[in-house]
């Protein structure tokens, strides 16, 4: 799928501003179009490089119980990307 990931929060902690500037290079440079997110962490950094990307954002929980549901979900939001 040409999927790219980038991990915003290092170690569980929120990203430093310089780390936040080396994925904004890193996302700008790979054509970030989407920034998918899970409600179990905290989701301030990543929304904040979404929007400086421009980027879609896709909320994904891989910890739900509908494990069919859930990859239905998750094909979705990566077959949107395509479109």
């Not at 780390?19 to 950094?45: S, T």
């Amino acid at each position: 799928y040409g999927l790219v990931q980038l991990t915003i929060e290092w170690e569980g902690k929120e990203p430093t501003a310089r780390r936040v500037g080396e994925l904004l290079a890193k996302a700008h440079q790979e054509k970030i179009g989407c920034v998918f997110l899970q409600p179990q962490y905290n989701m301030k950094g990543a929304k904040r490089v979404a929007n400086e990307l421009g980027a879609e954002v896709k909320i994904i929980d891989p910890y739900k119980e509908n494990v069919i549901e859930n990859l239905r979900t998750f094909s979705q939001a990566i077959c949107s990307l395509c479109q």
